[in-house]
């Protein structure tokens, strides 16, 4: 299971950290990535980390702003999101995938987090 948590009500500009706590799979096999869905729009891609947690990649609208990473020790995974702007508003999804390519589609992805609620104000 994945548990994502840290969304909220922020101003543009403004910061929030996601987090994904996973239990009963082994982390450390599986890269891990971050989706968002906005009201009216498909699921896109945002992030992913690998197993190692040496590998990232970024949709482009959010390069340089926000910083995916990974505990190990913790089970989690986690989504700094710096400079927020208002198109960040959505649902985010943390998910876990069993592959090391094609990672960009929600299909590369088992197992999937309840989501969690980011709204950005302007």
């Known amino acids: 299971q994945l548990q994502a948590s840290g969304g909220g009500l922020v101003q543009a500009g403004g910061s929030l950290r996601l987090s994904c706590a996973a239990s009963g799979l082994t982390f450390s096999s599986y890269l891990m990535g971050w989706f968002r869905q906005a009201p009216g729009k498909e699921r896109e891609f945002v992030a992913a980390v690998n197993w190692s947690g040496g590998s990232t990649a970024y949709t482009d609208p959010v390069k340089g702003r926000f910083s995916i990473f990974r505990d190990s020790a913790k089970s989690t995974v986690y989504l700094q999101m710096n400079s927020l702007k208002p198109e960040d508003t959505a649902v985010y999804h943390c998910?876990?995938?069993?592959?090391?390519?094609?990672?960009?589609?929600?299909?590369?992805?088992?197992?999937w987090g309840q989501g969690t609620q980011v709204t950005v104000s302007s």
């Open positions: 998910a876990a995938s069993p592959f090391g390519w094609n990672i960009l589609s929600p299909a590369r992805y088992d197992f």
